[in-house]
Nanobody, 119 residues
């Protein structure tokens, strides 16, 4: 049974940085498509960043240049480095694996980690 667990969320001021991590058990990140999504209160879930099994990365326009997705296959970890954070980046962030790259339906999801950015 695949299980994804996010960590690294928190509260920061605008302009700050956070690094989210997603650890997988019962599932290998190698050769699979992975993604980060977020959901703000009262809004639909949206794709933030994705990494294809061939290493190609893609980003939502609103985070391009500020966020970086990466993975460490040896540790079976997925990361999201977030810089220059803005209040509108506030939301619950989820990692996802084994899906329709980049921001389609995914089979496995973490429980989410909260990111709050204050102005």
């Amino acid at each position: 049974q695949a299980q994804l667990v996010e960590s690294g969320g928190g509260s920061v001021q605008a302009g700050g940085s956070l690094r989210l991590s997603c650890a997988a058990t019962g599932y290998s990140y190698t050769n699979n498509c992975l993604g980060w999504f977020r959901q703000a209160p009262g809004k639909e879930r949206e794709g933030v960043a994705g990494i294809h099994s061939d290493g190609t990365t893609t980003y939502a326009e609103i985070v391009k240049g500020r966020f970086t997705i990466s993975q460490d296959n040896a540790k079976n970890m997925l990361y999201l480095e977030m810089n220059s954070l803005k209040p509108e980046d506030t939301g619950m962030y989820y990692c996802a694996a084994d899906g329709d790259w980049p921001f389609g339906e995914y089979n496995y999801w973490g429980q989410g980690t909260q990111v709050t950015v204050s102005s």
